[in-house]
């Protein structure tokens, strides 16, 4: 992996070509171009960049297909692009690896020397022990071959549905110090095993916590921050969109 690293999460793309829908695909995109008139580097998607994706030997969610276009310019223009699995997205079965020539990670990632690491960030919480164990059963073989038994007609069609009524992700917003608490609880057990910058997505929260030179930082999301996160020669920066695109 390339310095530098820029690193998006939460976009919670819609399956729906509504005008707000197509605004925030020409945001990132416009990110797009940035990274690539620099030339080098690496883009990491921390998770949940479809708000809904699931594929089958048949199908896959319909209405991605500029997203999809943009990411295979991005890699064919020589960005290297790592993309670690969200609760929204978890179920790729190689078709975006292959379409597009990014890396699809199941877990977290480890990279910059060993020492940066960057997790989704679903189940932290120390009161998620239902979640956690749902989320278990939805990633496991079982679920994910019953899941593809339903006709995709149908079952995209109550995702897509789902997804246009999830528009507004501020539910964390209303247990923000339990969130800012317990991740960093999380965070500083990976200082303590050499890891000095801990990044975590799916709570959309954007903020950079520096503690005895380790830093934590929250990923923000680009439902109405549209955060961008810069990691380049040791420096570490974040902003939205449009500060990005004014960085020299």
């Known amino acids: 992996m390339k310095a530098p690293y820029y690193i ?25 171009e940035k990274i690539i008139q620099k030339g080098e580097g690496t883009l990491i998607i921390g998770g949940d960049f479809f708000d809904f994706w699931f594929e089958t030997k048949h199908a896959i969610p319909k209405g991605y297909e500029s997203i999809i276009k943009a990411l295979k310019n991005l890699h064919n223009s020589g960005i290297e692009i790592h993309y ?32 940066v690491l960057i997790t989704h960030g679903d189940g932290i919480l120390k009161n998620d022990h239902g979640y956690r164990f749902m989320k278990k059963i939805i990633r496991s073989k079982l679920f994910i071959n019953l899941f593809k038994l339903i006709p995709h007609e149908i079952s995209f069609k109550f995702a897509n549905k789902m997804s246009k009524s999830s528009a507004k992700y501020n539910h964390h917003d209303s247990y923000v110090d339990t969130i800012i608490n317990d991740v960093s609880e999380y965070a500083e057990n990976k200082w303590n095993q050499n890891i000095d910058t801990v990044l975590v997505g799916h709570y959309h929260q954007q903020k950079i916590i520096t503690k005895n030179g380790k830093n934590l930082v929250f990923l923000g999301d680009w439902l109405g921050k549209f ?22």
């Open 227 to 248: 955060t961008v996160t810069l990691i380049d020669n040791q420096k570490l920066w974040q902003g939205d969109w449009k500060q990005f695109l004014e960085l020299t």
């Open 8 to 32: 998006v999460s939460d976009n919670h793309f819609m399956m729906n070509n509504t005008q707000s829908e197509i605004d925030r695909r020409e945001k990132l995109f416009k990110v797009f």
């Open 84 to 115: 670690i699995a969200g609760n929204h997205d978890y179920w790729d079965f190689g078709y975006l690896s292959k379409i597009t020539g990014l890396i699809f990670h199941k877990n977290d990632l480890i990279f910059n020397n060993n020492k």
